[in-house]
C-alpha cells in the first residue's frame, strides 16, 4: 500500500459547483496537512496548512482532516474556471510526501 | 509571501553534457532547500535535502555523483545532472523553507535529447 493516495482524475465540474477532492494515507505518524495547486508547467504552490485533525477555512477552500479514518480533503466552493489545475495533497512527520495529484477543470 | 526563483526554467540538452539549475530564495534566507523531480502524472519524488555549507543528503535511489547539490549561500542551491540522459528529462523543482512553510519554485523542464 502506497503511503498516500490520491485519484489522479480527471475530474471535471460545471462553474459554480462545490468540488471535492481526497486523499487517504497509510502512516498514522503524519501531523502535518497541506493541499498544493499546481497549473500547467508550473511549480506547487501552498494552498491549506493543518495541523492534527480537524477543519481550516480560508476563503472558498476548507481543508478537512480526519485522523480516525486517515482521510483528507479539500472543499472548493463557487468553484471557478481559475481552479482548474492539478491539486496535490501533502503529508508529513519528518519528511514530505505527496499525492500524485488531482486533475480538475472546471468548466464555464 | 516568500518567493523562490529557479533558472532556468526550460533547457534543452544533448546527451552526455551537463546541466546546472540554479535554485534562489529572493527575500529570505533558507537554511534548508529541497529538490524534487516531477514525471508526468506522478507525484513529486523528494531526490535530495540541500544544507547550507554542508553535504547534501540523497534519497535511496538518487545518484549523488549523477546529481550535484551545491549550496554555498543561505540563498542559493544548485543542482547539476551530469553526463545526462533522455531519462533524465524530467521537471525539476526546487523548494526552500522559511520557519514553517514550504516554498516551491517554478520548476525547471529539463529535455535531453
Known amino acids: 500500500q502506497k503511503e498516500v493516495e490520491q485519484d489522479p482524475g480527471p475530474l471535471s465540474v460545471p462553474e459554480g459547483a462545490i468540488v471535492s477532492l481526497n486523499c487517504t494515507y497509510s502512516?498514522?505518524?503524519?501531523?502535518?496537512f497541506m493541499w498544493y495547486r499546481q497549473y500547467s508547467r508550473k511549480g506547487p504552490e501552498l494552498l491549506m496548512y493543518?495541523?492534527?485533525?480537524g477543519n481550516k477555512e480560508d476563503g472558498r477552500f476548507t481543508a478537512q482532516v480526519d485522523k480516525s479514518s486517515k482521510y483528507i480533503s479539500l472543499f472548493i466552493r463557487d468553484s471557478q474556471p481559475s481552479d482548474s489545475a492539478t491539486y496535490l495533497c501533502?503529508?508529513?512527520?519528518?519528511?514530505?510526501?505527496f499525492g500524485k495529484g488531482t486533475r480538475l477543470h472546471i468548466l464555464p | 509571501g516568500a518567493v523562490v526563483s529557479q533558472h532556468p526554467s526550460w533547457v534543452i540538452c544533448k546527451s552526455g553534457t551537463s546541466v546546472k539549475i540554479e535554485c534562489r530564495s529572493l527575500?529570505?534566507?533558507?537554511?534548508?532547500m529541497f529538490w524534487y523531480r516531477q514525471f508526468p502524472k506522478q507525484s513529486l519524488m523528494l531526490m535530495a535535502t540541500?544544507?547550507?555549507?554542508?553535504?547534501?543528503?540523497?534519497e535511496q535511489g538518487v545518484e549523488k555523483d549523477k546529481f550535484l547539490i551545491n549550496h554555498a549561500s543561505l540563498t542559493l542551491s544548485t543542482l547539476t545532472v551530469t553526463s545526462a540522459h533522455p531519462e533524465d528529462s524530467s521537471f525539476y523543482i526546487c523548494?526552500?523553507?522559511?520557519?514553517?512553510?514550504?516554498?516551491f519554485g517554478p520548476g525547471t523542464r529539463l529535455t535531453v535529447t
Open positions: 523548494s526552500a523553507i522559511d520557519s514553517v512553510e514550504q516554498y
Open positions: 502512516n498514522s505518524a503524519f501531523q502535518y
Open positions: 493543518t495541523y492534527s485533525s
Open positions: 501533502a503529508m508529513s512527520d519528518d519528511k514530505i510526501i
Open positions: 527575500d529570505f534566507q533558507a537554511t534548508t
Open positions: 540541500s544544507n547550507e555549507g554542508s553535504k547534501a543528503t540523497y
